[in-house]
């Protein structure tokens, strides 16, 4: 915090932030990747006051809400295959902490119970929350290492990118790399594993690592073959962002569970959710004598006010144009960054849809990273709010993700804004770069 300095917004409206001292900045990063139709969408205020004059909050614990349950019939009409059945709590880590314990407690009572599969697989730079569960499953040194001592250990996968290939591997070939080395994994840990914890197609928070094609469907189908569950958490990729409703659907992929959050409410209320399949469900399905309920819950999971928005946000989502605008916007995106393609210390530029890292490199045959101290990923954001633009970089990837609903020419000041500020912020700090990178 010692050189934070504060950037206060008054309002905002559509993609734009306005600050108290009057000044007018993009957001870039869709308010911490949540926001989708912009913010002050005239459907999702009036959903949300509509609700106000009904009810704000009730509990679901033992009683429930109509727009609650309304929500519930939607998220189960549009998730894939037959996840029937949703758990609401207030945010992204909850949803994957709530399913890493169904996933657990699955085991433990289902019909022929496996008591011994206790333990998680989790990707190499997996991140899926700040909670102590799902911070156990992280693999970002930076976020994750200090807290060692107070986690559990999950069995580690590889990380399956496509920018670092394993040596002598092309892109080809990588999936079906990727998919061994999780096997083998499987092979070794299947009888304790309860669950490989996964996000689809992109690693958000690694820096939008992305996957090879194919990735998700070999792993849904080993998962299958070694009999363990698999967990997809969709809290980042969900809602659009991937140009299909939910990233899964590329590979045509059913998880056992489900986790959502952030574009839930269109980024307008916390929430998430953590959807099941049957088989899940009725493992839980007993007498309250036979204490087989899920033994967890949250003050205000389902909160109606959060609900509303929810419903008017996934409706908005339902018109067909709208994720044919994205994928056009996200080819849009890609022709502006192009001019970076060839860039000395640009080394990848990636991601799905709207979802894109430009990852910045001291150089690019090596694809080594700059040394910390330069703090070019942070110094290229602070340089875009002088180009009218909000980004927040992961390390030295500058991270690019808008609400769905940024028009056209917004699209092009983003990414005029940020070519502008990485060529600035080198061309300023050459020097002091070259020095540094000397001195590695
Ligand atoms: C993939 C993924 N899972 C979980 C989370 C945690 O969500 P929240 O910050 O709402 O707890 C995030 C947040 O960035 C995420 O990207």
Excluded at 188 to 196: G, K, T, Y
Excluded at 218 to 240: H, M, N, P, S
Aim: with cysteine; net charge negative.
């Amino acid at each position: 915090m010692a050189d934070y300095e504060p950037l206060v917004i008054r309002h905002a409206q559509g993609c734009t932030l306005t600050t108290t001292d009057g000044r007018e900045l993009i957001d870039g990063v869709a308010s911490l990747w949540c926001n989708v139709h912009g913010h002050r969408h005239p459907k999702l205020d009036a959903a949300v006051r509509e609700q106000l004059d009904r009810v704000a909050h009730i509990t679901t614990l033992g009683m429930s809400c109509e727009t609650t349950e309304q929500l519930a019939e939607t998220l189960v009409s549009i998730s894939p295959g037959d996840l029937k059945h949703v758990f609401f709590s207030s945010d992204g880590s909850c949803a994957v902490e709530s399913a890493l314990k169904m996933a657990f407690q699955y085991w433990q009572q289902r019909p022929n119970p496996k008591p011994q599969k206790t333990q998680f697989l989790a990707l190499g730079q997996a991140y899926h929350g700040d909670t102590t569960g799902s911070v156990s499953l992280g693999g970002i040194k930076f976020f994750h290492d200090l807290f060692a001592p107070i986690l559990f250990s999950p069995v580690r996968g590889p990380v399956p990118c496509s920018y670092r290939l394993p040596d002598g591997v092309g892109i080809e070939q990588a999936a079906e790399t990727y998919a061994g080395q999780i096997e083998e994994c499987l092979q070794q840990h299947h009888d304790q594993l309860a669950a490989v914890v996964m996000e689809p197609l992109v690693q958000g928070a690694a820096g939008m690592i992305t996957h090879p094609a194919g990735l998700l469907a070999k792993i849904r189908t080993l998962c299958d073959q070694y009999d363990v569950l698999l967990i997809v958490d969709e809290v980042a990729t969900g809602f659009g962002r991937t140009g299909k409703l939910f990233a899964c659907e590329h590979e045509q992929v059913t998880p056992d569970i489900l986790c959502l959050g952030k574009g839930l409410t269109g980024g307008y209320l916390p929430m998430a959710a953590t959807l099941a399949r049957t088989k899940i469900f009725e493992a839980f399905l007993a007498n309250p004598a036979d204490a087989k309920q899920f033994f967890h819950g949250h003050t205000f999971g389902g909160n109606p006010l959060a609900a509303a928005a929810a419903i008017a946000s996934i409706e908005l989502l339902q018109q067909p144009a709208l994720l044919e605008s994205v994928n056009a916007k996200a080819v849009q995106l890609r022709k502006r960054l192009n001019g970076l393609a060839e860039h000395p210390h640009v080394g990848d530029i990636r991601g799905r849809g709207l979802m894109v890292g430009i990852e910045m490199v001291a150089d690019r045959q090596t694809r080594s990273s700059f040394p910390s101290t330069t703090q070019l990923g942070r110094r290229i954001c602070e340089r875009a709010l002088e180009h009218g633009v909000w980004i927040r970089p992961l390390g030295d990837v500058i991270i690019l993700m808008p609400p769905l609903a940024i028009r056209e020419d917004e699209l092009a000041t983003l990414s005029d804004a940020v070519i502008q500020s990485i060529e600035q912020e080198l061309a300023s700090d050459g020097v002091n770069t070259a020095r540094l990178l000397s001195s590695r």
